[in-house]
Nanobody, 128 residues
């Protein structure tokens, strides 16, 4: 089990940028595929980006492709989400998530149920 703590949320105007960070602790970071998910009021939680253990594979949902960038620093046990060209539809609580891969598989999942550990979430609000 890994503990996750997000930071960097806040309010931004449409067209602006925001960066999120997620610090992991409690287990070996490179055992985990890491993801970022979001949940807007009245909507289901969706994985918007995911990255494999050594950044070999990266996934983006269609809704953020070309605007968001996920990265990780295994020395700092941290995963990042750089968000640009934000719009009102990006307003949501953003969660960091971890998918344990004991045997090292790098296939990414876009299903929230595939991730075992979650952070508390950080609010991102985009005003138009």
């Amino acid at each position: 089990q890994v503990q996750l703590e997000e930071s960097g949320g806040g309010s931004v105007q449409a067209g602006g940028s925001l960066s999120l960070s997620c610090a992991a602790s409690g287990d070996t970071f490179t055992k985990y595929i890491m993801g970022w998910a979001r949940q807007a009021p009245g909507k289901e939680r969706e994985i918007v980006a995911a990255i494999s253990q050594y950044s070999e594979n990266i996934y983006y949902s269609d809704s953020v492709k070309g605007r968001f960038t996920i990265s990780r620093d295994n020395l700092k046990n941290t995963v990042y989400l750089q968000m640009s060209s934000l719009n009102a539809e990006d307003t949501a609580v953003y969660y960091c998530a971890a998918d344990l891969r004991i045997y090292g598989g790098t296939t990414l999942s876009w299903l929230p149920g595939s991730y075992e550990d979650w952070g508390q979430g950080t609010q991102v609000t985009v005003s138009s």
